[in-house]
C-alpha cells in the first residue's frame, strides 16, 4: 500500500517538471524486475528440475528487457568498427550469452529479498537511470539500470552495481584481450567461454 | 606516543612529495596517452599476437593505461607494475581458493549467521575513528556527526555495537569513508595501481590512505603484536563468511579477471569519492 502509494507519487513528481513520459523507463524496469523476481519465486519451479525452466524463463524477460546491440556497442566502443558485420553479429550473440550466464547464475541465488525502486534521473534526452536497491540481510546492494529509448519502450543498456558500471568493467577487459589479439581471436576467446558455462 | 607522532610526521611527508606527481599523472586527460593506444591498435591487429603474456612484457617499462570512452566519466589507472600486480592476484587467488575460503566455509558452518553480522557490526563499530576522521577531512561534518552518533547509539543500545540499532531505528547508515578517498576529494589521483599480497588491490593513493586508517584504527593498539594481527584476521574471516560466491561470480563473470578486478576497483573508489 504504502510502496504503491510511493511509486504513485514518485511518478507523480516526475510528470510534471519533466516530459510526459517520465516515469515510463521506472515503470518499465519495475515490470521487468518484478516479473524475474515472480519467476524466481515461484514456488512450483521449485528445486533443481524447476532450474532449467527458471532460467528459460528469465532469458525471455531478459530478451524484452535488454538492448543486447547497445550494449555491444557501447562496450567495444571505438573497437566496433574493428569488427566487420559478421562478427559484430556473433559478437552480439556470444556477449549476450555471458552476460545472460552471469546475471541468472548471481540472481538465482536471491530470492527473499526485497527490492526498492528509489528513484529515476534522467541522463539525457533518450537515456535515463532507474535506481533501485536489494535489501538482504547483510547488506543494501544499489543496482542502478541505465535505460535507452527505442521506439515506443524503453532498454536497458548498462547495470551498475554499487557504482560499478557492467559496461566499463566488460569495455577494459575488452580492450586489453584486442589490444593483443585480432577480433576473430577474441570471439574464438567468448566461445571457448560461453561452451565452457 | 612520540613514535606515532614520527610516523604521523613521515606520512605527511609522503605526501608533500607524492601529491606534485599525482596531479601531473592519471588524472591528466585524454593528452598523451590516446596517441599511444591508437597506435598500438593498429600495430597489434595485424599479426595475432600470442597470449597476453605479450602484454606482460610491453608494459614492463610503460605505463599500461586503459581509456573508456567519454560517456562522462572516464576511468583510467596506470599500471606500471604489471607484472607484480599480476603475480600479487595469482597470489592472492589461490590464498583465496585454498586457505581463505576453506577456512571461512568451516567457520561459517558453525557460527549461525546472526551471529556472523553481529560479529561484523562489532568490528565496524570499532573503527568508527576512522571513518569519522576520513568524514573529518573531506568536511563532511554531518557524516562526521552521524558516525559519531552511530557509535555511542550501537555502543549502548545496540549493545557493544553488536547489532547495528542506529540503521534499524534511525535508519542513519554507516558512510564508509577513509583516508584514501579523503585524499581523492582533494584531486589526488590514484598514482598508479598496486595489488598487494593478502590485503588486494589498491593504488598508490590509497595505499597511503591505508597507512593513515592504520593509525585511526583502535586494533592497531593491541598489545602484543600478534593479537592484533589476530584480530584483524579473524574480522577478515568473518567478513569472507558472509562473502563466499562473490569473488566467484565475478570470476565466472568475467573474461578476464585480472583487468576486470583493476577496473571494478578504480570505478568503486570514484563512486566512494564522489558520493
Not at chain 1, 510534471?16 to 524466481?40: E, M
Not at chain 2, 599500471?79 to 575460503?101: E, G, Q, R, S, T
Request: hydrophobic fraction near 40%.
Amino acid at each position: 500500500m504504502i510502496k504503491r502509494l510511493t511509486v504513485l507519487s514518485l511518478i507523480f513528481l516526475l510528470v510534471f517538471p519533466l516530459a510526459a513520459d517520465a516515469g515510463i523507463p521506472l515503470d518499465t524496469v519495475k515490470g521487468h524486475v518484478n516479473s524475474i523476481l515472480d519467476v524466481l519465486r515461484d514456488p512450483a519451479l521449485k528445486g533443481e528440475s524447476g532450474k532449467k525452466t527458471k532460467k528459460d524463463k528469465i532469458r525471455a524477460i531478459s530478451e524484452k528487457m535488454f538492448d543486447y546491440t547497445e550494449l555491444s556497442r557501447r562496450t567495444l566502443g571505438p573497437n566496433w568498427n574493428k569488427f566487420n558485420a559478421g562478427q559484430q553479429k556473433d559478437f552480439i550473440e556470444l556477449y549476450r550469452s555471458i552476460l545472460e550466464d552471469a546475471y541468472v547464475d548471481k540472481i538465482t541465488s536471491y530470492t527473499d529479498e526485497k527490492v526498492l525502486f528509489n528513484k529515476e534521473n534522467t541522463l539525457s534526452e533518450k537515456t535515463s537511470e532507474v535506481q533501485t536497491t536489494i535489501v538482504t540481510k547483510k547488506a543494501d546492494i544499489p543496482i542502478s539500470y541505465r535505460v535507452i529509448s527505442r521506439g515506443d519502450t524503453w532498454r536497458v543498456y548498462d547495470v551498475v552495481i554499487e557504482g560499478v558500471s557492467l559496461i566499463s568493467n566488460y569495455r577494459s577487459q575488452f580492450k586489453e584481450i584486442l589490444m593483443n589479439k585480432t577480433p576473430d581471436a577474441l570471439l574464438d576467446t567468448l566461445r571457448k567461454k560461453v561452451g565452457k558455462a | 606516543m612520540k613514535q606515532t607522532g614520527i610516523y604521523l610526521l613521515a606520512l605527511i611527508a609522503c605526501m608533500a612529495i607524492l601529491v606534485p606527481s599525482l596531479y601531473a599523472d592519471s588524472s591528466s586527460p585524454v593528452s598523451g596517452p590516446p596517441v599511444q593506444v591508437s597506435t598500438d591498435i593498429p600495430e597489434t591487429a595485424q599479426p595475432p599476437q600470442p597470449e597476453t603474456t605479450a602484454a606482460g612484457e610491453t608494459s614492463g617499462t610503460e605505463a599500461e593505461t586503459e581509456f573508456t570512452e567519454d560517456e562522462g566519466n572516464a576511468i583510467t589507472i596506470a599500471d606500471p607494475i604489471y607484472p607484480w600486480n599480476k603475480a600479487m592476484y595469482h597470489f592472492n587467488d589461490k590464498l583465496y581458493f585454498w586457505v581463505l575460503k576453506p577456512v571461512a566455509k568451516g567457520y561459517s558452518s558453525v557460527m549461525p549467521e546472526d551471529i556472523r553480522i553481529a560479529t561484523r557490526n562489532f568490528f565496524s563499530n570499532l573503527t568508527t575513528p576512522v571513518r569519522f576522521v576520513g568524514c573529518l577531512l573531506q568536511l563532511r561534518i554531518k557524516d562526521a556527526g552521524n558516525e559519531l552518533v552511530r557509535f555511542v547509539y550501537n555502543s549502548t543500545a545496540g549493545v557493544l555495537g553488536l547489532a547495528d540499532a542506529a540503521k534499524a531505528d534511525f535508519n542513519i547508515v554507516r558512510r564508509n569513508e577513509d583516508v584514501g578517498q579523503a585524499l581523492g576529494s582533494y584531486g589526488i589521483g590514484h598514482g598508479f595501481y598496486i595489488v598487494w599480497p593478502f590485503i588486494g588491490p589498491s593504488s598508490l593513493r590509497d595505499t597511503v590512505g591505508w597507512a593513515g586508517d592504520y593509525f585511526l584504527d583502535p586494533v592497531s593498539y593491541v598489545n602484543p603484536v600478534e593479537a592484533s594481527l589476530g584480530i584483524r584476521t579473524y574480522d577478515e574471516v568473518n567478513e569472507t563468511s558472509l562473502r563466499i560466491g562473490d569473488y566467484e561470480d565475478l570470476k565466472e563473470a568475467a573474461i578476464d579477471p585480472y583487468v576486470s578486478i583493476r577496473n571494478a576497483y578504480i570505478q568503486y573508489r570514484q563512486k566512494k569519492v564522489d558520493e
